[in-house]
Every structure is written in C-alpha cells, then in structure tokens.
C-alpha cells in the first residue's frame, strides 16, 4: 500500500515537472497551447 502511495506521487510529481519543462520550453509566444497540458494535469495533481 505504502509503496503504491509513494509510487503515485512519485509519477505525479515527475508529470508535473515535465510539464512545466514543456511550458518554459514551449516559450510565451504559444502559451495557450502550453496552457491545454496544464489543464489537463490540474486533476492529476490534485
């Protein structure tokens, strides 16, 4: 169970982190389309 715990936030965290190196890497010019993986991840993290 403990190891499940730590397994899910563990992916979370490291989805997260993808995201906001996809957004900085994306760039301002598109941030909408930056915006749609946020949104979608907004659950996940939570």
Known sequence: MMDS???SSFI???YLFVIVVG???VGPADEP???VPL???HPLVI
């Open 5 to 7: 715990l730590v397994l």
């Open 12 to 14: 979370k965290w490291v």
């Open 23 to 25: 957004v900085y890497a």
């Open 33 to 35: 389309i930056a915006a």
């Open 39 to 41: 949104f979608l991840a």
